[in-house]
């Protein structure tokens, strides 16, 4: 019996990359991050229940250079995950199909995810 050659599937090399590829990549990455990232509020929550030495401990090293890049990271994750959350729930609702709609969509989660982590970060430094 002779095998059927069936055609199989593009691989990714075969696509020409664009915003909606990186967006979709970028929503399951930073929902991974996400999960990760809530053990920083385990330990920010275990650290202040555990008295002034472990919270003193938790605030030196969330305020050195790499636990600022890392907090800026998970603020940015957080606010890219919502903006692109908010979009799927419109795409749920069956709106937002159209290319041009959604080219549009693309920069705007961008644009917005960009402009709500800078906006926390102002406000989060001014309660400072």
Known sequence: MARVQRPTSPHLQVYAWGLHMVLSILHRATGAALGAGTL???WWLVALASGPEAYDQFIVCMGSLIGRIILFGFTWALM???CNGIRHLFWDLGKGFELST???SNYLVLI??????LLAWVVGYGMI
Do not use: E
Request: proline letters at 0%; glycine letters at 0%; aromatic letters at 0%.
């Open 40 to 42: 920083l509020l385990v």
């Open 112 to 117: 917005c995810s960009v402009i709500l982590t």
């Open 102 to 104: 959604t080219a549009k």
């Open 80 to 82: 890219l995950h919502l």
